[in-house]
């Protein structure tokens, strides 16, 4: 588990945190301007041998309009990772996202207080 954002990995992605988090840091949220990893979106991420990437994820509320938009960004992204073939994600709401769930970056960036 990568304890800074509270991700899981499995399988191949295990030793590959920082160069799948440097794809993910770049898929933004449009409504918030801050990217998936940052606001705790993913929770985690698995690359079996045959080069399926699984990814895990919620959003910051149900029936979030721009779903499509974001897991296109996250297909788009991850499949350009090597020994990656195919990109599917799942949406859970369990557990459910909330503000303790964003980094310190994108609390500052979006003017949450660390106690709230």
Not at 70 to 98: M, N, R, S, Y
Request: aromatic share 6%; proline share 5%; with cysteine.
């Amino acid at each position: 588990m990568n304890q800074h954002y509270n991700i899981q990995f499995h399988d191949q992605a295990i030793g590959r945190e920082k160069e799948i988090l440097d794809l993910l840091t770049k898929v933004i949220d449009p409504e918030l301007g801050i990217d998936i990893v940052n606001m705790g979106l993913i929770y985690e991420v698995t690359l079996d041998e045959a080069g399926k990437c699984s990814v895990i994820m919620t959003l910051t509320t149900m029936g979030c309009p721009l779903v499509d938009y974001i897991v296109g960004d996250i297909k788009f992204a991850l499949e350009h990772l090597p020994g990656v073939e195919t990109v599917e994600c799942q949406i859970t709401f369990d557990p459910p996202w909330d503000l303790t769930k964003m980094s310190r970056y994108a609390r500052i960036a979006l003017g949450i207080p660390m106690n709230g």
